[in-house]
């Protein structure tokens, strides 16, 4: 899955945009919307980002994915706040949830993780923080891989056909991704290592399309819902 999502914002329709500003879009929402205790301002932005989707051209499987799996997780969370502040909280609460998940989604489809390591890398103090993100990201996508092979590997066994043995292979399975793991990431850090590994990562010089027409627009954008959360 994040490797999919890695594909996919590289070869999104808008990914020569600079990332501050598609940062910028898709965070502020968010934390403006956390704010409101409304339904319209947050229905508003939902309706907003799912036409930028369209625009996009984002696969919407992979839109759904983020924003249900969000929005399914806080209205289990939020059952037993029925009774002590009320459906209309409630709701509020998973159309924020629903909110951010879709900005999220948006971020995530139309800019590369390497755009924005790439500036933080350009800044001094930022510079060990897109290393070590560098790093995590590699290391996630080392998890889904072993994660993908023993999957297949135990299912293929008919290892997850009853309730027992699907408790009992996703303890073995989640032992063994661990260990795997482990050991293919120190094969991993040796070779980089004999490969005279300075301690910090190198990223290509890349131009970005900077307008500050569509930065007065975003910023209008946020100052919109700003006034309707106030």
């Known amino acids: 899955m994040f490797r999919l999502i890695s594909i996919l914002s590289k070869n999104s329709k808008i990914v020569h945009i600079h990332p501050m500003e598609k940062i910028l879009l898709a965070v502020m929402p968010i934390i403006l919307m956390g704010f409101s205790n409304s339904i319209y301002p947050l229905i508003f932005n939902i309706l907003v980002f799912v036409m930028l989707h369209v625009v996009c051209k984002n696969p919407f499987n992979i839109v759904w994915k983020f924003t249900f799996a969000a929005a399914a997780f806080a209205s289990i969370s939020s059952i037993t706040l029925i009774f002590d502040y009320g459906g209309y909280y409630c709701l509020v609460l998973v159309l924020r949830t629903f909110s951010s998940g879709i900005c999220l989604s948006y971020l995530a489809l139309t ?8 500036l933080c890398s350009r800044n001094t103090y930022l510079r060990d923080v897109s290393d070590i993100a560098k790093s995590m990201e590699r290391f996630i996508m080392l998890i889904e891989d072993e994660y993908v092979v023993l999957y297949n590997a135990i299912k293929s066994r008919n290892g997850f056909s009853s309730l027992s043995l699907k408790i009992k292979n996703t303890g073995k399975m989640a032992g063994l ?4 793991t482990m050991k293919r990431w120190q094969d991993i850090k040796n070779a980089i290592n004999t490969r005279c590994y300075r301690g910090n990562m190198s990223y290509l010089q ?3 399309d900077y307008s500050r027409g569509r930065v007065v627009l975003i910023l209008l954008y946020n100052g919109c819902l700003l006034y309707f959360v106030l």
Not at 111 to 118: E, F, K, Q, S
Not at 177 to 180: A, C, M, T
């Open 111 to 118: 800019t590369p993780m390497d755009d924005i390591l790439y």
């Open 177 to 180: 991704l661990f260990v795997n």
């Open 206 to 208: 890349k131009e970005f």
